[in-house]
């Protein structure tokens, strides 16, 4: 069974940096992709990005593109979220997912496999 845990959330400044981390488990699949979403208090889950097993890159949100940088470690099957000039409207729970084959083109497409969300906090 596929499993996936986020970690790396907590409080931090504005304009400070956290990394988060996703690693999954479980994978049998040749092929597969790491995605990142967000959720803030009273909204709806967006996404960030996804990351493939093979580093195929694709951000869903441009204007997070500039200060969000999602990496991964294949030996690891982990993946990352870097996350610099950290701002309150930042503060959401921070989710990844895994699913087999590509990135998906959009974020709402979904995935198939979710970690339980790390809280990153925003403090002003």
């Known amino acids: 069974e596929v499993q996936v845990v986020e970690s790396g959330g907590g409080l931090v400044q504005t304009g400070g940096s956290l990394r988060l981390s996703c690693a999954a488990s479980g994978i049998t699949f040749d092929e597969y992709a790491i995605g990142w979403y967000y959720e803030a208090p009273g909204k709806a889950r967006e996404g960030v990005g996804c990351i493939t097993n093979s580093g195929g890159l694709t951000y869903w949100t441009d204007s997070l593109k500039g200060r969000f940088t999602i990496s991964g470690d294949k030996s690891k099957k982990t993946a990352y979220l870097q996350m610099n000039n950290l701002k309150p409207e930042d503060t959401a729970v921070y989710y990844c997912?895994?699913?087999?084959?590509?990135?998906?083109?959009?974020?709402?497409?979904?995935?198939?496999?979710w970690g339980k969300g790390t809280l990153v906090t925003v403090s002003s």
């Open positions: 997912a895994v699913s087999s084959g590509l990135c998906p083109l959009q974020y709402y497409y979904g995935m198939r496999y």
